[in-house]
């Protein structure tokens, strides 16, 4: 199979986006299919055309570093049409997601869409608070046009999202979930030698008998960090020896190392920076246990990260957790803060519970590895496809079968 991913982020920009894209692009390619992108330049306007790979002008739209694009190259189109693809998939909703929806509707090709990110949460970075209700009222419909309209299958990574669609959008249209997947094997603890983490301890002043909070992720709003820093003031009282370490960079980074003075944690709390995507996984090495508070994840994919690394999670109780986290199996599922410095302190205490849910955790990601997510959605594409799909399947029978009497009959003929 042919199939061009379009999406408006991919490496060497890094966030979950552009890491799934990567891995999916990996995985399809390990199965024997043909995978071109389609892509935002991420550093400058300008066009550029690499191996299997165009990237097209995009412009800063305040959130992030993400960056968007109308302009739609001719010599762009004409490469596309070219690559002669099967299916076209789109990782984004608008700018290089328009383009995939004109193109597959150009070139007659099956659109495939998957929904990865809460739009309505995100709206205050461009309102900057003014006009949020009507914003998100605009952000519903441009989503529904795009996911209901134009897409000829649709998927979600949780049931969290397909709910979003299915009981608030009402949306007329097929729905897969199919939970993004992840190269399992970069986080597995064996992959990593024991000089090499404790340099890591001894960078940011981490004793082997501390207990380790980590977070990992973008230091927005939206993510609810401040919850972890407050918690962590009443943790420390108790436990001097509890550290949460924070992975990561942001536009709230300020807000929140001010948190961190204001109750007077710079001992307790270490906050890195952003970390070169490759470097990420030895910061799971660090940790005794992974949490999060943000209710505005689609999947969290470093919820599963964190369980290939063989650490217990504990995730505020948000739909999007629910399908990965068994309670007193994996991780804890908390409804608050108070909760959530119960459960800290509890596995502080237990070493044996500790170690029975990092077992659990590890068996968990395994079925989130990146063959199985590959296996869903190709599953989703020849849905798409139909028919075609099928009779692709026996022309290229027939096209063998044909070369192979042809070759039968040269060698009796020789």
């Known amino acids: 199979m042919r199939i061009g991913l379009f999406t408006d982020t991919y490496p060497p920009y890094i966030n979950g986006v552009s890491t799934s894209i990567a891995m999916l692009k990996t995985a399809l390619e390990k199965q024997g299919h043909e995978v071109f992108i389609v892509t935002v330049n991420a550093d400058r306007l300008k066009y550029q055309n690499e191996d299997k790979i165009i990237r097209i002008p995009g412009i800063p739209i305040g959130i992030y570093d993400y960056r968007l694009t109308g302009i739609y190259p001719l010599r762009a189109i004409e490469k596309i049409r070219k690559w002669n693809l099967d299916i076209i998939h789109s990782h984004t909703e608008f700018g290089v ?9 150009q070139f007659d090709i099956p659109l495939v869409h998957t929904y990865h990110t809460m739009y309505e949460d995100y709206v205050h970075y461009i309102t900057k608070g003014y006009f949020n209700r009507s914003s998100k009222k605009i952000v519903e419909y441009l989503t ?8 000829t299958e649709l998927i979600v990574p949780t049931k969290k999202t397909y709910d979003l669609f299915k009981e608030k959008y009402k949306v007329d249209r097929n729905v897969h979930i199919v939970p993004t997947g992840i190269e399992v094997e970069r986080f597995y603890k064996e992959q990593f030698k024991k000089p090499e983490i404790d340099e890591l301890r001894h960078r940011f002043g981490i004793k082997k008998d501390d207990f380790v909070i980590l977070f990992v992720g973008r230091l927005g709003e939206e993510k609810s960090v401040d919850l972890l820093i407050e918690a ?3 943790l420390v009282r108790t436990n001097p020896n509890c550290k949460l370490l924070i992975v990561g960079d942001g536009p709230d980074k300020e807000k929140f190392e001010s948190l961190v003075r204001k109750f007077r944690l710079q001992n307790h709390v270490i906050m890195t920076g952003k970390v070169p995507w490759k470097e990420v ?13 943000s209710k505005t994840e689609t999947q969290g994919l470093t919820v599963i990260e964190a369980m290939a690394a063989s650490k217990p999670v504990l995730a505020v109780d948000d739909d999007a957790f629910q399908m990965v986290i068994v ?3 994996n991780g804890y599922l908390f409804a608050n803060k108070r909760q959530y410095k119960k459960l800290v302190r509890n596995l502080m205490e237990d070493k044996n519970k500790l170690d029975y849910l990092s077992k659990q955790a590890r068996i968990t990601a395994e079925s ?7 296996e869903k959605v190709l599953d989703v594409y020849k849905t798409a496809l139909g028919d075609r799909y099928q009779q692709k399947i026996e022309k290229k029978q027939k096209s063998f079968i044909g070369r192979l009497k042809n070759n039968v009959r040269r060698s009796f003929r020789g």
Not at 97 to 105: D, S, V
Not at 281 to 293: C, N, Q, R, V, W
Not at 368 to 374: C, E, N, Q
């Open 97 to 105: 997601g328009t383009f995939a929806r004109l193109l597959a509707k």
């Open 144 to 151: 529904k046009f795009y996911c209901d309209k134009t897409a």
């Open 232 to 234: 962590q003031a009443s």
């Open 281 to 293: 996984p030895k910061y799971y090495m660090l940790a005794s246990i992974f949490a999060t508070a």
């Open 327 to 329: 309670n007193d199996l």
């Open 368 to 374: 989130h590895s990146s063959k199985y997510f590959a």
